[in-house]
């Protein structure tokens, strides 16, 4: 039987060798394409190729892309006020298959988000260095990385057997939120913290904008790739233990045993996802997860993430924009700088108007 470290490596590779495939896949929709007018509708259905919707066969790909920019400054203002300027893109993509029968789906999802901001004005005082100015850094606001696949072989018009695989992670470094001059390590990156899920179970689809699946079989994974963080026990990871007998001398503390990298546990799992347009150029994107593991089935204990986006169409590229996440999650530390671990509810909103277009096929 291949060791623990075997496994973590076997997994790992699972991980990014089905999230690349499935990323070229995505990536081949072409990002900034816009809206087909009327006149590009037709004149595809003249060469007889249509835009395609969820319930065709073949290959069903599109999405959303979306940019938001604000910026707010004063000069003199007597009441008082903060410049600040903040600026987030989002890209929400899809590729879908269906077989020549109808009867087998291969659905794949990606969300993207990627958002800057700065207070103040573009030049700070050095801390470092009393009377000298420096530049003002952009701050990351927002950054996140969600990919779901699920495969689902038809029972009837409504049910599926289904099995899923997602990942959620982040693209690049976050920094404590005190850290604006990032003078100390990053707390965050790619993959640490990644989680996500792979399990069997049943998809219930009642309306082609909903979705509800049920799975009793259900593996979670929760990844801290760096070695530095996951000592440090972060993302409910046990931490490295060490051996501080020589402190008293002056001497550094001695690792003896590395913190946890990969966690795995076995539960139960539902996903609802809903995606439609609820009023006239107003569309509603939601998916709500919950997890918990068989070992610890008290109420609070249950894993809960979801993640809304409101897009209000203005015109044909101007988009108002609500983003909001919420998560429970019972192992987590959410104040990491105070003594014993400290559980609440962590949420993330984000509001903004900017530009906006669909591209591909009907969702």
Same mark, same amino acid.
């Given at each position: 039987?291949?060791?623990?470290?075997?496994w973590? /490596?076997?997994?790992?590779?699972?991980?990014?060798?089905?999230?690349?495939?499935?990323a070229?896949?995505?990536g081949? +929709?072409?990002?900034?394409?816009q809206?087909? *007018?009327?006149?590009?509708v037709k004149?595809?259905?003249?060469?007889?190729?249509?835009?395609?919707?969820?319930?065709?066969?073949?290959?069903?790909?599109?999405?959303?892309?979306?940019?938001?920019?604000?910026?707010?400054? /004063?000069?003199?203002?007597a009441?008082?006020?903060?410049?600040?300027t903040?600026?987030?893109?989002?890209?929400?993509?899809?590729?879908?298959?269906?077989?020549?029968?109808?009867?087998?789906?291969?659905?794949?999802?990606?969300?993207?988000?990627?958002?800057?901001?700065?207070?103040?004005?573009?030049?700070?005082?050095?801390? *470092? @260095?009393?009377?000298?100015?420096?530049?003002?850094?952009?701050?990351?606001?927002? #950054?996140?990385?969600?990919?779901?696949?699920?495969?689902?072989?038809?029972?009837?018009?409504?049910? !599926?057997?289904?099995v899923?695989?997602?990942?959620?992670?982040?693209?690049?470094?976050?920094?404590?939120?005190t #850290?604006?001059l990032?003078?100390?390590?990053?707390?965050?990156?790619?993959?640490?913290?990644?989680f996500?899920?792979?399990?069997?179970?049943? #998809?219930?689809?009642?309306?082609?904008?909903?979705?509800?699946?049920i *799975?009793?079989?259900?593996?979670?994974?929760?990844?801290?790739?760096?070695?530095?963080?996951?000592?440090?026990?972060?993302?409910?990871? +046990?931490?490295?233990?060490?051996?501080?007998?020589g402190?008293?001398?002056?001497?550094?503390?001695?690792?003896?045993?590395?913190?946890?990298?990969?966690?795995?546990?076995?539960?139960?799992y539902?996903?609802?996802?809903?995606?439609?347009e609820?009023?006239?150029?107003?569309?509603?994107?939601s998916?709500?997860? /919950?997890?918990?593991?068989?070992?610890?089935?008290?109420? @609070?204990?249950?894993?809960?993430?979801?993640?809304?986006?409101?897009?209000?169409?203005?015109?044909?590229?101007?988009?108002?924009?609500?983003?909001?996440?919420?998560?429970?999650?019972?192992?987590?530390?959410?104040?990491? #700088?105070?003594?014993?671990?400290?559980r !609440?509810i962590?949420?993330?909103?984000?509001?903004?108007?900017g530009?906006?277009?669909?591209?591909g096929?009907?969702?």
């Amino acid at each position: 039987m291949p060791g623990p470290q075997s496994w973590h /490596f076997f997994n790992f590779k699972f991980i990014m060798k089905h999230l690349l495939l499935s990323a070229l896949l995505l990536g081949g +929709t072409g990002l900034f394409a816009q809206n087909p *007018s009327d006149e590009d509708v037709k004149k595809k259905a003249a060469e007889g190729n249509v835009i395609k919707d969820i319930k065709d066969t073949g290959w069903v790909r599109g999405g959303f892309f979306s940019t938001n920019i604000s910026n707010t400054s /004063f000069s003199y203002w007597a009441q008082g006020g903060t410049n600040n300027t903040s600026f987030i893109a989002t890209a929400s993509l899809f590729a879908i298959h269906r077989n020549s029968k109808g009867n087998q789906i291969w659905e794949n999802y990606l969300d993207l988000a990627y958002g800057l901001m700065r207070n103040g004005t573009a030049k700070i005082d050095d801390p *470092s @260095n009393p009377g000298s100015r420096i530049t003002n850094p952009f701050i990351k606001n927002e #950054d996140k990385l969600v990919f779901l696949s699920k495969f689902g072989k038809k029972i009837n018009d409504n049910l !599926n057997y289904s099995v899923l695989f997602s990942l959620n992670t982040q693209m690049f470094p976050g920094y404590d939120a005190t #850290d604006v001059l990032r003078k100390n390590n990053h707390v965050s990156n790619f993959m640490a913290q990644g989680f996500g899920y792979l399990s069997v179970g049943i #998809d219930y689809k009642p309306k082609k904008y909903l979705s509800l699946y049920i *799975s009793p079989i259900t593996a979670k994974y929760t990844v801290v790739r760096e070695q530095r963080l996951a000592d440090m026990g972060l993302y409910g990871m +046990t931490p490295a233990t060490y051996d501080t007998t020589g402190a008293y001398l002056g001497n550094p503390a001695k690792k003896l045993t590395d913190g946890q990298t990969f966690r795995q546990e076995l539960g139960w799992y539902v996903n609802l996802t809903f995606n439609k347009e609820i009023a006239k150029n107003i569309s509603l994107q939601s998916r709500l997860e /919950f997890f918990q593991n068989y070992q610890t089935l008290q109420p @609070n204990r249950i894993d809960v993430n979801w993640q809304n986006t409101l897009n209000m169409k203005v015109n044909k590229y101007i988009t108002v924009a609500l983003i909001n996440q919420m998560i429970w999650d019972y192992d987590v530390d959410t104040v990491g #700088d105070e003594e014993g671990t400290q559980r !609440n509810i962590q949420l993330k909103n984000f509001f903004g108007v900017g530009f906006s277009a669909k591209f591909g096929d009907k969702l």
